[in-house]
């Protein structure tokens, strides 16, 4: 039987330096842009506010990694640091109202990517590559927590 592992780890790299190429975005980073849609998936669905902690957690940053991009986002005025009112321990991270559209540009842009991509390859692949990317992130998840 033939060993897959190297073509699969050579088509998760060219995928992974096709995701982070920087003509996908351009105001913003991979992992400012990253940042942005889980803070504006959070306040557009009404969710809980969420920390640097919880957005390590769903980033797979580290908290170096962290903080330096949520300063360069305040610099940029994206985002704001409010303290809690019940825990005063905790530090919830919001998008700046006034400068939301920063991050919505550049997500119309990466959408604009993904149309593109879903209508070249399909419904059927589409749906696909949804259910097998959703495998190999949980598999990995448990991999690496082990």
Known sequence: MRNFNEELL?????LSSTIRNDRLVAAMSFNE????NQLYRAQMEGKD???ATDLCQKT????????KVLKGLEKKEVIIRERSTKDKRKIFICLKE????????EHARVMDFVNALAD?????D?????RLLNKIADTAKAILEN
Do not use: F, P, R
């Not at 050579?10 to 060219?14: F, G, V």
């Not at 797979?60 to 962290?66: C, I």
């Not at 070249?120 to 059927?124: D, R, S």
């Open 10 to 14: 050579s088509a998760w790299l060219s």
């Open 33 to 36: 842009i990253q940042i942005c």
């Open 49 to 51: 506010l969420l920390t």
């Open 60 to 67: 797979g940053l580290l908290k170096s990694q962290m903080n």
């Open 98 to 105: 006034d400068n939301i559209s920063i991050y919505q540009n």
């Open 120 to 124: 070249q390859m399909g419904e059927a």
């Open 126 to 130: 589409v749906k696909e590559t949804i």
